[in-house]
């Protein structure tokens, strides 16, 4: 949390903290009276987090600084009580300074918190850690009363805060990924993050144990593939896991209807890319013949109940090349028509813009042959696997929650508010996206090895997807409102993303008003400023040209900012990626790569449609990942549900509650509304969705 070097962290204490007070109460410095403290520290339950080496303590108050010697033995999961007498009255204690002594065997300590109880305390104060205290540093933890810089007039913590950002700021620095990407941390794996971020004990048991899992059991099974082929659609049985959900075995069932098709964009694994059209796409070209065609588009365009999805970015990517074997990518239009009953049925698919110079491409419809109308169907659904995986889940949600976290602790102390609101949103996204970057679309990655888009052209869609990172598309009711979705009442996601929405936006708003009494609080708060200006300008590199904020100049644009990174990393994460395994187990519904080019004529056979499929041993890997990160997750922290305390007093305490409860409301009716539907949409169900992006 603030792991300050010694002699910065008594500085910056020794400076203020030791200067007689107008409002301090009691005996000053020097009187001979004993004065008695009783200190609880509560050590972290996680293996590993108690350590076998002494802990030496100081308090610090507003009249001096008391050290109290090598006291404690810290044990897991324990709170260790300490009674002590100090020759002075402390006055209004300010912070609690912590070192860890050497011993033969140096362990490290998670320390969660301490309490101090005794006088200048108001009953007890409360001081936050949750961190990890490592080798000889004094770490320094301030009372638990957010602060803003303004709020303390006697600048009792200006040094403080200002050394424990340089601090930061050397542990956190920006790294660079692929040019033209949104910023990661910097490190190149996961042992060069601060110890903070890494994944403790039972988490990184957890990932390790369910991958060799799922690993050796693509060895073991893997084998056989070599000797059998994919001769026809069933045949991917042999890859299709057993699941404890029922959603894949009903994709499995009725993957081939279009209803189903159409469904998946409302409320599948990708509800990301639907939007309601204003006119009819410049890049429909409809040759002669299908006037029958345009009138229909046209009818439903008026009516108000004609949609697209557009794969557009995908067009003029390099596909990727798997042992020796070239992939296929198609950049396909689909148009879509909202039925009264809520259906949501393609009407034509297109799978190529048209090319200058070339007739106009080839447009598929409901009344062809069943399998080429079902080969189009497919091109659609590897291409909306590719933009899901790059756009919606990796740019959208684990990167953007990245540069959120990066410049939350570069920019914003611990004693401030919104670094207290938004520090339990950031467990464990550096580590996850750090084994991304290694693992999945790193150089002979998983991307690299079965995805039509890997060997690069997965950069080019990041880099392309980075120019639509908008500010109104990661606020769901200005998103939803540019894809015309508000309303309608199919979308479950638009509801429950609107709903939460409303939910995290209730929660931002009573806390912010805790702490900023009116716009000119805001204007005026400098690390407010910094921060903002961090994460538009230097994460986003230069996002205010996309409406991005440089600056926060009400209390309402706060407000809006700061909900946009609470839901970005919780809703927007858990929107696309719990839905992958529901949809991408059964592999003709979600191939990751297609193996020929697409059709040129409407005589299509089922030989050509698997021959285009993953072959067996692509599709057991798709399997395996898609396994691997999207089942539930057993060690996940919900939707404000963190144990985590960063502020003191009962104020933001019933804050939280709040939202707690506005959070269990959402998540009974969501239940009591799935159980009367035919398919449940539960990607947004508070209890489901993790209080940060950890997988
Ligand atoms: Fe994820």
């Known amino acids: 949390m603030k792991p300050l070097p010694r002699k910065q962290g008594r500085d910056a204490f020794l400076e203020t903290a030791g200067k007689p007070s107008r409002d301090s109460e009691g005996p000053s410095r020097g009187s001979a009276e004993m004065v008695k403290y009783k200190i609880l520290v509560a050590t972290g339950d996680s293996v590993f987090a108690g350590s076998a080496n002494l802990v030496h303590l100081w308090l610090v108050g507003e009249h001096g600084e008391a050290d109290l010697g090598k006291q404690l033995r810290p044990l897991l999961g324990r709170k260790t009580e300490l009674e002590v007498d100090v020759p002075l009255h402390l006055g209004r204690l300010l912070a609690v300074k912590l070192r860890k002594q050497k011993g033969l065997l140096d362990s490290d300590w998670f320390c969660k918190s301490i309490t101090v109880q005794g006088p200048g305390t108001q009953g007890e104060a409360f001081f936050p850690c949750y961190s990890w205290v490592q080798g000889k540093?004094?770490?320094?933890?301030?009372?638990?009363?957010?602060?803003?810089?303004?709020?303390?007039?006697?600048?009792?913590?200006?040094?403080?805060?200002?050394?424990?950002?340089?601090?930061r700021r050397n542990v956190y620095r920006w790294g660079s990924w692929k040019e033209g990407l949104i910023l990661p941390i910097a490190g190149s794996t996961e042992r060069d993050l601060p110890r903070n971020q890494r994944f403790m004990k039972d988490k990184d048991l957890d990932f390790s144990l369910s991958l060799v899992k799922e690993l050796k059991n693509f060895a073991i099974k893997g084998t056989l593939d070599f000797v059998s082929r994919v001769q026809k659609l069933e045949d991917y049985q042999k890859v299709f896991p057993h699941t404890k959900t029922a959603l894949p075995e009903r994709v499995r069932g009725s993957w081939k209807e279009d209803a189903l098709f159409g469904y998946q964009f409302l409320n599948g694994a990708n509800p990301m890319l639907l939007r309601r059209s204003m006119r009819l796409p410049a890049r429909l070209v409809l040759p002669p013949g299908m006037e029958d065609v345009q009138t229909q588009l046209e009818k439903e365009l008026k009516a108000g109940s004609l949609f697209e999805v557009d794969f557009s970015l995908l067009d003029g990517v390099k596909?990727?090349?798997?042992?020796?074997?070239?992939?296929?990518?198609?950049?396909?239009?689909?148009?879509?028509?909202?039925?009264?009953?809520?259906?949501?049925?393609?009407?034509?698919?297109?799978?190529?813009?048209?090319?200058?110079?070339?007739?106009p491409p080839l447009l598929f419809l409901p009344s062809d042959p069943p399998m080429a109308w079902l080969l189009a169907?497919?091109?659609?659904?590897?291409?909306?696997?590719?933009?899901?995986?790059?756009?919606?889940?990796?740019?959208r949600g684990h990167l953007m929650?990245?540069?959120?976290?990066?410049?939350t602790m570069r920019s914003l102390p611990s004693l401030h508010p919104i670094y207290k609101l938004l520090a339990p949103h950031f467990r464990y996204t550096m580590e996850i996206n750090t084994l991304a970057r290694n693992n999945l679309v790193s150089e002979w990655g998983i991307f690299d090895l079965v995805v039509s888009t890997g060997s690069g052209g997965h950069v080019d869609i990041l880099q392309r997807a980075t120019s639509c990172l908008t500010y109104r598309s990661f606020c769901p009711p200005d998103d939803l409102a540019d894809r015309g979705?508000?309303?309608?009442?199919?979308s479950l996601y638009a509801q429950d993303a609107?709903?939460?929405?409303?939910?995290?936006?209730?929660?931002?708003?009573?806390?912010?008003?805790?702490?900023?009494?009116?716009?000119?609080?805001?204007?005026?708060?400098?690390?407010?400023?910094?921060?903002?200006?961090?994460v538009t300008e230097v994460g986003l590199l230069g996002a205010q040209d996309r409406g991005f904020p440089l600056s926060l100049e009400s209390r309402a644009e706060l407000c809006r900012f700061v909900a946009m990174c609470i839901f970005t990393c919780t809703g927007q994460h858990a929107s696309t990626h719990l839905g992958q395994l529901d949809w991408y187990a059964w592999i003709p519904n979600g191939p990751c790569t297609m193996r020929k080019p697409p059709p040129i004529s409407k005589d299509v056979t089922e030989r050509d449609i698997v021959d285009s499929l993953p072959c067996l041993q692509q599709a057991r890997m798709q399997i395996t990942v898609t396994k691997f990160l999207g089942r539930r997750q057993p060690v996940m922290v919900a939707l404000g549900q963190h144990k985590e305390e960063y502020f003191s007093g009962p104020r933001p305490r019933d804050v939280l509650k709040q939202f707690q409860e506005e959070l269990a409301i959402m998540d009974k009716e969501i239940e009591v509304r799935n159980a009367s539907l035919d398919l449940p949409y539960e990607y947004l169900r508070p209890s489901l969705v993790e209080n940060s992006v950890t997988i």
């Open 485 to 490: 979705l508000v309303g309608v009442k199919s």
């Open 137 to 167: 540093e004094t770490i320094c933890l301030t009372e638990g009363t957010a602060l803003k810089v303004t709020d303390d007039t006697q600048n009792l913590f200006r040094k403080y805060r200002e050394q424990e950002l340089e601090n």
């Open 377 to 395: 169907k497919i091109w659609v659904r590897s291409s909306d696997f590719q933009l899901h995986q790059l756009q919606s889940h990796l740019l």
């Open 401 to 407: 929650a990245e540069v959120i976290s990066v410049a």
């Open 319 to 359: 596909p990727n090349i798997i042992i020796f074997k070239q992939q296929y990518v198609t950049a396909p239009l689909v148009m879509l028509k909202l039925q009264p009953d809520g259906r949501l049925l393609p009407m034509v698919i297109q799978l190529q813009p048209p090319r200058h110079g070339c007739p």
């Open 498 to 534: 609107l709903r939460l929405w409303e939910i995290i936006s209730r929660y931002v708003e009573r806390m912010v008003e805790l702490f900023y009494r009116s716009d000119t609080d805001v204007k005026e708060d400098p690390e407010l400023q910094v921060w903002c200006r961090e």
